[in-house]
């Protein structure tokens, strides 16, 4: 089973950038497809964005499109979640999950197996 860490998360200002990543141990992380979610105090978890190596699938929400880019180290051991202009509304704890490649990306939380522990990100207005 793999185990993933999230990292990367801070307090930045508004229009600021933060890069989170999402390191595997246990399997490289080409087996599977990667989602990152967000959970704000109070709001249910949402998508952000999801790749799938296989076949090269990434997917964004709408709401961090042209903003957020996800990408992959060459070993695929790490999936990172560069995050620019960042907004106060993208103020949340950030999640790394995957499901395996034969399933393609998803924005639905509960379709994901193995999360990690999370990390904060906080933008201040």
């Known amino acids: 089973q793999v185990q993933l860490v999230e990292s990367g998360g801070g307090l930045v200002q508004t229009g600021g950038s933060l890069r989170l990543s999402c390191a595997a141990s246990?399997?490289?992380?080409?087996?599977?497809?990667t989602g990152w979610f967000r959970q704000a105090p109070g709001a249910e978890r949402e998508f952000v964005g999801a790749?799938?190596?296989?076949?090269?699938?990434?997917a964004y929400a709408d709401s961090v499109k042209g903003r957020f880019t996800i990408s992959g180290d060459n070993a695929k051991t790490t999936v990172y979640l560069q995050m620019n202009t960042l907004k106060p509304e993208d103020t949340a704890v950030y999640y790394c999950a995957v499901r395996p490649n034969y399933f393609s990306t998803s924005y639905r939380p509960e379709q994901y197996n193995c999360w990690g522990q999370g990390t904060q990100v906080t933008v201040s207005s």
């Open positions: 246990g399997r490289s992380l080409s087996s599977y497809t």
């Open positions: 790749i799938r190596w296989r076949g090269d699938s990434i």
